[in-house]
């Protein structure tokens, strides 16, 4: 059987040059999809967005260079590597995809939960310590970018200069964006037609824009 599923993710990210999934990752996760597809086919309705999350995932592993070198530049590249480490330990598990069951609850942590909103759990923990109350708040992408803002503050102002040179770069708020999405693809039903505007205004400003 084949896959027809949308790639908004992947070539939105191409079109502002901000992540460049590699085919052989790629791969990986369509393998995956078909896994699912051959051994499940009730699910089969859900598959972009399992894939969706998967992407999302990946990238945010892609980071990591990054993150130990903030001088590296964009696009970060999403391989197969990346690609695994989201299948094999993220959300979107090969024993069940456990965000694909509350498609009818209309509160934001119906879908995803703190702990998974980011592969790097600890970032969460971070947001949680500065401000207890941020995932109460969270019903806007407004309130998003204000717990991001508020993360890259206290990495500013961080006696360990390592700390304050990722508050100044853009990745905390690239990580933001990643959240964003995942918020997005599990809170809407035609997601893929959201995924452009949600991109394109994070590039081309909006408040937070890669400086």
């Not at 069951?101 to 909103?117: G, T």
Request: aromatic fraction near 8%; glycine fraction near 6%.
């Amino acid at each position: 059987m084949g896959l027809e599923m949308p790639d908004e993710i992947v070539a939105e990210f191409a079109r502002v040059d901000l992540f460049h999934f590699e085919g052989a990752g790629l791969k990986s996760i369509d393998e995956f999809s078909r896994s699912w597809m051959s051994g499940n086919p009730e699910i089969e309705g859900e598959l972009p967005t399992i894939r969706a999350l998967t992407l999302l995932a990946a990238a945010e592993y892609s980071l990591i260079p990054a993150i130990l070198d903030t001088s590296k530049g964009r696009p970060f590249v999403v391989g197969k590597n990346e690609a695994l480490l989201a299948l094999l330990k993220c959300d979107t598990t090969p024993l069940y995809p456990v965000h694909v069951a509350a498609k009818n609850e209309r509160r934001v942590s119906a879908y995803v939960s703190p702990i998974d909103l980011s592969v790097f759990s600890a970032d969460i923990a971070k947001l949680f310590l500065i401000n207890p109350e941020w995932w109460d708040k969270l019903a806007s992408a407004s309130a998003l970018w204000e717990a991001v803002r508020e993360l890259e503050a206290s990495h500013r102002e961080c006696p360990y200069p390592p700390l304050r040179l990722l508050g100044e770069s853009a990745l905390l708020q690239v990580q933001g964006l990643l959240w964003q999405l995942r918020l997005t693809v599990v809170g809407h039903v035609g997601f893929e037609e959201s995924v452009p505007d949600v991109i394109s205004s994070f590039v081309q400003g909006g408040g937070e824009s890669l400086r």
